[in-house]
């Protein structure tokens, strides 16, 4: 995660190679996923899609990671729905932020437009520089006279958010791509960077889904019900080995181009 500019808003991520997020629900599944990821996320499915985790979990991410030698891992925590431009979403925050997240990420889709730029911005305001800020709407959830996903990277420069994340609410296998044409989505990711935000994708993804994220502009993507072992996604366990079969297409759809001798090209 690159710093950013209170005045201006995030710097755009540099390069084109896709991050990945891993979502975990327990301390236990945290050790399984760690060589895979690039950031691991920490959510509560019991209380919606971007259900906010216990302190105690991000604590204990950041324990695990530091002492497993991976204290420069991301970590990123949900902090829930907004549904009023008033709430405690800051504190919140900040307490997440103190707990060790160096993401948190916010879901707007109930709120009207000016409500979600108050609620944005008074989280930003409360949030320590170093922590990055993610507004989110969910793609299958429009709401008459609410965000949806082509004014989120508005509201979100003008709040100085660092990036946007285009999820779903339902889980029922349906990902981002059933909800939003691909041309359209390609242009919300166009309108994010100019803007110098960046770009994350979620909702029911699978191994299958990597070249058409990275077709679609983003910088990270984000899994979980690719990767749980048994039952849904609310189920405790964590397959460390779909996690990296997912990372190896990351790797394989993201290396760059080699010229017809063998050689990695480089654009001078």
């Known amino acids: 995660m690159t710093g950013y500019d209170n005045n201006r808003g995030a710097q755009a991520i540099p390069g ?45 991410t950041k324990e695990t990671l530091i002492s497993s030698g991976h204290g420069h891992k991301t970590i990123s925590a949900s902090l829930g729905d907004a549904l009023t431009r008033h709430g405690d979403y800051h504190k919140l925050g900040r307490q997440m932020a103190e707990a060790g997240a160096d993401i ?9 437009p000016e409500d979600a730029l108050f609620a944005l911005t008074l989280l930003r305001q409360s949030l320590p520089r170093r922590t990055a800020l993610v507004a989110a709407v969910y793609a299958d959830a429009r709401m008459p006279g609410a965000v949806t996903p082509e004014l989120l990277p508005g509201i979100a420069q003008s ?27 390609a242009s919300i990711s166009r309108d994010a960077k100019n803007r110098g935000l960046f770009v994350a ?32 996604r609310g189920s405790v ?10 990372r190896r297409k990351l790797v394989e759809f993201s290396a760059p181009p080699k010229d017809h001798a063998g050689v990695t090209a480089l654009s001078l």
Request: hydrophobic residues 50%; proline residues 7%; glycine residues 10%.
């Open 16 to 60: 084109r190679r896709l991050k990945i997020l891993f979502s975990v629900i327990a301390p236990e599944e945290v050790p399984d996923i760690i060589p895979a990821s690039d950031v691991i996320d920490l959510k509560d499915p019991s209380k919606g899609p971007l259900g906010a985790p216990d302190t105690a979990l991000v604590k204990l």
């Open 104 to 112: 948190v990420k916010i879901a707007l889709s109930a709120l009207a």
């Open 159 to 185: 709040a100085l958010a660092q990036g946007i994340l285009l999820d779903t609410m339902v889980k029922d296998g349906r990902t981002i791509f059933d909800h939003i044409p691909a041309p359209l989505l």
């Open 201 to 232: 994708l979620a909702g029911s993804l699978g191994i299958g889904d990597v070249e058409q994220a990275i077709s679609a502009g983003a910088d990270y993507v984000g899994f979980r019900s690719a990767i749980v072992k048994n039952g849904g």
């Open 237 to 246: 366990g964590v397959d460390g080995a779909k996690a990296m079969s997912i």
